[in-house]
């Protein structure tokens, strides 16, 4: 009869009245007074994990259109064989070429491209360099407005007439030294009514449940409702960081300007005419996730590229003849019509296969990071 008991009363939900209250006659006002979502925690609190999936899925569904495989390239300089600094240039030569290609793409067909959209902006984004960093600044908008829905229906489900946003309240009960009032929201003691047939008659009986269930639930509520504050005060954070940082002309250039010690103009030209948003985007995630070192190697690579690409020279200083190089050891190059080059170390010039070396970037070392 017990074992009966327990598996229907907790089958057939249980009603709650307040200890000082009568039970109520009426068996409409009982049910008016049901608990039945107890046994049904579990699948809310797996669909609440679910939806934080959804704005990953999204992210690896539009950003795989850009060409820009981020995800790829933050393996490739997380790597801890990167820690060698043979493998850390080749590293640095594929990022580096990746991301030129990439951005190349986006300047010359993204304009050509009529396919429809998702959004309006994601297309603008391709033609103006910023499809990646657009997507990921909507992504984290997803990110916030998910968490805001699920902090606002925890919320509005939690609340009492005297505790209407309830996590803060339990908070301020603990620090003053005294337990929360027992709210009915996850009650330990609940009354449950079910009918026996016995000798053709049916007789209806009351009896008193303990859900022991339901002080683990509170604690997991409470704690979930506490999460979901921090958790969407730091994603609005970060969001308006990533905002500013990519929409912002000089927040762009002081980004790069970290990984190069060059003239404010030139910095200014590579980064609006070469990196644009997704390439700037790029180098901040490298510089987060590998460090400042790794980023800076792939900054100096790509103005490399951006350099021998727009014909102009590297340092100040110009060079007239770009196939005369002078080197950091003081040693001349000279290029011939064959495609040879000749070294000189002295006075004497003497014929060598090896292509002549580009010039030095100045780049900054990690302390200059401080």
């Known amino acids: ?28 006002d009982r049910e008016r007074r049901q608990i039945g979502y107890y046994q049904w925690v579990p699948f809310v609190l797996a669909v609440a994990a679910l939806t934080f999936h959804i704005p990953s899925s999204v992210w690896r569904m539009l950003a795989g259109q850009s060409g820009l495989n981020a995800g790829l390239v933050l393996q490739l300089v997380c790597g801890e064989q990167n820690v060698d600094p ?3 240039d080749k590293t640095v030569d594929i990022v580096a070429r990746h991301i030129d290609d990439a951005l190349m793409y986006q300047r010359e067909h993204g304009a050509r491209r009529n396919s429809v959209y998702i959004f309006a902006v994601v297309k603008l984004g391709k033609f103006y360099g910023a499809y990646v960093s657009s997507v990921y600044i909507f992504i984290k908008a997803l990110h916030l407005a998910n968490v805001i829905l699920q902090f606002m229906l925890l919320n509005s489900f939690l609340q ?18 005294r337990e929360w009032r027992d709210s009915g929201k996850f009650p330990r003691v609940t009354l449950c009514d ?15 449940c303990v859900l ?28 308006l960081f990533w905002f500013i940082a990519l929409v912002s002309n000089t927040c762009r250039e002081n980004i790069v300007s970290k990984h190069l010690d060059i003239q404010s103009d030139q910095i200014s030209r590579f980064v609006h005419r070469f990196l644009r948003a997704d390439g700037v985007f790029l180098l901040q995630m490298i510089a987060s996730h590998s460090g400042n070192l790794m980023a800076a190697k792939v900054t100096e690579q790509l103005w490399m590229i951006f350099v021998r690409r727009s014909g102009k020279p590297v340092c100040d200083d110009k060079i007239e003849d770009r196939g ?35 010039p030095s970037l100045p780049i900054r070392t990690r302390t200059d990071y401080v």
Not at 166 to 177: I, S
Not at 226 to 233: E, N, S, Y
Request: net charge negative.
């Open 324 to 358: 005369s190089e002078r080197s950091a050891n003081g040693n001349d190059w000279e290029s011939h019509d064959d495609g040879k080059t000749s070294l000189k170390r002295g006075d004497s010039w003497h014929e060598t296969s090896l292509p002549p070396p580009m």
């Open 1 to 28: 009869m017990e074992q009966y008991t327990e598996n229907y009363c907790w089958v057939q939900n249980t009603y709650w009245v307040p200890f000082q209250d009568l039970i109520p006659h009426r068996l409409d």
């Open 160 to 177: 009492t007439s005297d505790y209407p946003m309830f996590g803060a309240h339990v908070l301020y009960d603990l620090f003053m030294g």
């Open 86 to 88: 043979v493998v850390r």
């Open 212 to 239: 022991v269930i339901n002080m683990l639930t509170e604690k997991i509520f409470i704690f979930l409702w506490l999460w979901l504050t921090v958790l969407a005060i730091v994603t609005a954070l970060n969001l």
């Open 194 to 208: 079910f009918e026996i047939r016995v000798l053709g008659n049916v007789h209806r009986h009351t009896v008193q």
